[in-house]
């Protein structure tokens, strides 16, 4: 089928009052053949006669419709197994993003295999933290001195999947780990039939499994596969599906210390201590409350009412409150961020209002993913004190310790003052999501520790003495 005719037929489909969530074209005897996949209770007859009516100028297009159970699908046992259920094919629609994408993760997985051969023992998603695990077999690499070829193994992995990466376009962001055994409390699915196999038990008992369809949800931002696969009932020809603005209520802890500089006193010692508490309002929306406390009699609270899509970005409002040494400085403003691959566009304007000065001010910071577990940031922002700053985050990602990060930044400001801090955060509630989805999915930035906007020379002098 020629892709005007595809699109017509996509067109077609998008129409239909009853869900479809999935159409191949596939050549078959006696002509092309399109599929209709559905989970429509009301059955084929009363679809196939929708379908008719708003075919138009294609009526003489063969069809065939198909109904699922979606609790059958969710029983899959790997994406090969859920997408081998609808057979072969070109996919014509596909709105959610389901299938394409299981396909193009069983494809992967054949890439490896075709690259490594048995030296794959097997492959898996790791969706909370957005990872392509590759298990090796231990005993083909049993010799003391084998190093190099494990060096070697683990670069064909990282080639294959570069190479898979560049061959499909669109193709959507996975950190790879490679190992020789499945890491303990993590739920996994298996990508390919090779990685479900009985033989396979011993490694198999040490999963949790969530089972397909909790996997494919938390990947592709969905509740379930029956909620994706229902979902053309109401989002009719919208490419895509909204993932939750809070992927599941969160604490974060964060902690540092370092020096304030300017205003007559030199490398002078500071630290404080912060809290953030985030929660789902709704499936699209979120709320999160800030909290600190620290030296130079520091308090703050500030809180986010924000919309997120965290494949495409945030947009909200944000208000805090600060003072020290008795300088105060209070913020209203709206922020919004912009998420495209490895970087984060962040950016607010609002007013402000405090000791040091009162007007409007304004804000943009990039942030770099080098790796899903290490951001680079650079920033600054306009107003009755304006400043310059960059700050690094990276997470260990320790089995022990999946929460931790560690930080450092730095800021110089339009009134002569500057200031280091580094320390550590840790969240609660994340599973371990890596830093790029836990900035992303659970929690928007800290709105405190603003000391620029209210260290002017006397609040630094007090905080002295």
Same mark, same amino acid.
């Given at each position: 089928?020629?892709?005007?005719?595809?699109?017509?037929?996509?067109?077609?489909?998008?129409?239909?009052?009853?869900?479809?969530?999935?159409?191949?074209?596939?050549?078959?005897?006696?002509?092309?053949?399109?599929?209709?996949?559905?989970?429509?209770?009301?059955?084929?007859?009363?679809?196939?006669?929708?379908?008719?009516?708003?075919?138009?100028?294609?009526?003489?297009?063969?069809?065939?419709?198909?109904?699922?159970?979606?609790?059958?699908?969710?029983?899959?046992?790997?994406?090969?197994?859920?997408?081998?259920?609808?057979?072969?094919?070109?996919?014509?629609?596909?709105p959610?993003?389901?299938?394409?994408?299981?396909?193009?993760?069983?494809? +992967?997985?054949?890439?490896?295999?075709?690259?490594?051969?048995? +030296?794959?023992?097997?492959?898996?998603?790791?969706?909370?933290?957005? %990872?392509?695990?590759?298990?090796?077999?231990?005993?083909?690499?049993?010799?003391?001195?084998?190093?190099?070829?494990?060096?070697?193994?683990?670069?064909?992995?990282?080639?294959?999947?570069?190479?898979?990466?560049?061959?499909?376009?669109?193709?959507?962001?996975?950190?790879?780990?490679?190992?020789f055994?499945?890491?303990?409390?993590?739920?996994?699915?298996a990508?390919?039939?090779?990685?479900?196999?009985?033989?396979?038990?011993?490694?198999?008992?040490?999963l949790?499994?969530?089972?397909?369809?909790?996997?494919?949800?938390?990947l592709?931002?969905?509740?379930?596969?029956?909620?994706?696969?229902?979902?053309?009932?109401?989002?009719?020809?919208?490419?895509?599906?909204?993932?939750?603005?809070?992927?599941? /209520?969160?604490i974060?802890?964060?902690?540092?210390?370092?020096?304030?500089?300017?205003?007559?006193?030199?490398?002078?010692?500071?630290?404080?201590?912060?809290?953030?508490?985030?929660?789902?309002?709704?499936?699209?929306?979120?709320?999160?409350?800030?909290?600190?406390?620290?030296?130079?009699?520091?308090?703050?609270?500030?809180?986010?009412?924000?919309?997120?899509?965290?494949?495409?970005?945030?947009?909200?409002?944000? %208000?805090?409150?600060?003072?020290?040494?008795?300088?105060?400085?209070?913020?209203?403003?709206?922020?919004?961020?912009?998420?495209?691959?490895d970087?984060?566009?962040?950016?607010?304007?609002?007013?402000?209002?405090?000791?040091?000065?009162?007007g409007?001010?304004?804000?943009?910071?990039?942030?770099?993913?080098?790796?899903?577990?290490?951001?680079?940031?650079?920033?600054?922002?306009?107003?009755?004190?304006?400043?310059?700053?960059?700050?690094?985050?990276?997470?260990?990602?320790?089995?022990?310790? /999946?929460?931790?990060?560690?930080?450092?930044?730095?800021?110089?400001?339009?009134?002569?003052?500057?200031r280091?801090?580094?320390?550590?955060?840790?969240?609660?509630?994340?599973?371990?999501?890596?830093?790029?989805?836990?900035?992303?999915?659970?929690?928007?930035?800290?709105?405190?520790?603003?000391?620029?906007?209210?260290?002017?020379?006397?609040?630094?002098?007090?905080?002295?003495?």
């Open positions: 089928m020629e892709r005007q005719g595809q699109r017509e037929i996509a067109a077609a489909i998008a129409k239909l009052k009853s869900p479809v969530f999935l159409a191949k074209w596939s050549e078959a005897r006696g002509g092309g053949l399109l599929v209709l996949h559905t989970t429509d209770r009301a059955g084929a007859a009363t679809l196939s006669g929708q379908f008719q009516s708003v075919l138009g100028s294609n009526r003489d297009v063969r069809y065939r419709v198909t109904v699922h159970r979606p609790a059958r699908l969710g029983r899959s046992k790997s994406l090969q197994a859920l997408v081998a259920t609808f057979g072969a094919g070109e996919i014509i629609h596909d959610t993003g389901v299938i394409r994408r299981a396909e193009a993760l069983t494809a +992967c997985a054949a890439d490896l295999r075709a690259a490594l051969g048995d +030296c794959v023992d097997g492959v898996y998603v790791d969706s909370n933290r957005r %990872a392509l695990l590759v298990i090796l077999d231990r005993k083909h690499f049993a010799a003391a001195g084998d190093v190099a070829e494990r060096v070697a193994a683990m670069d064909v992995v990282g080639n294959t999947v570069k190479a898979w990466r560049a061959s499909r376009a669109g193709s959507f962001d996975l950190s790879v780990r490679i190992g055994e499945l890491p303990d409390g993590i739920a996994l699915a990508v390919d039939r090779g990685s479900e196999r009985a033989t396979r038990r011993s490694l198999m008992q040490r949790r499994k969530p089972g397909i369809a909790a996997t494919l949800a938390s592709l931002g969905l509740g379930t596969v029956a909620q994706a696969v229902a979902a053309d009932a109401t989002l009719g020809s919208t490419p895509g599906v909204l993932a939750p603005a809070v992927a599941a /209520p969160n974060g802890l964060i902690a540092g210390g370092g020096f304030l500089n300017g205003g007559g006193i030199s490398n002078q010692g500071w630290g404080a201590v912060g809290v953030k508490a985030t929660v789902p309002l709704g499936e699209h929306f979120g709320g999160q409350i800030d909290a600190a406390v620290g030296g130079d009699s520091y308090t703050g609270v500030g809180g986010h009412l924000f919309w997120r899509d965290p494949s495409v970005g945030l947009l909200g409002v944000v %208000a805090s409150t600060e003072s020290m040494s008795g300088s105060t400085l209070s913020r209203f403003a709206v922020e919004g961020e912009v998420y495209k691959n970087f984060t566009l962040r950016g607010e304007v609002g007013g402000e209002t405090g000791t040091i000065g009162s409007a001010f304004g804000g943009v910071d990039v942030t770099f993913y080098a790796k899903p577990t290490l951001a680079l940031a650079l920033g600054g922002e306009l107003g009755p004190v304006s400043v310059g700053r960059a700050s690094v985050e990276w997470q260990p990602a320790l089995q022990s310790i /999946p929460g931790l990060s560690l930080f450092a930044d730095g800021q110089v400001s339009s009134n002569g003052n500057s280091v801090l580094a320390g550590l955060k840790y969240y609660f509630g994340t599973s371990g999501a890596s830093l790029k989805d836990r900035d992303r999915k659970y929690d928007p930035d800290f709105s405190l520790f603003n000391t620029q906007g209210l260290a002017s020379t006397q609040g630094y002098i007090q905080g002295t003495n």
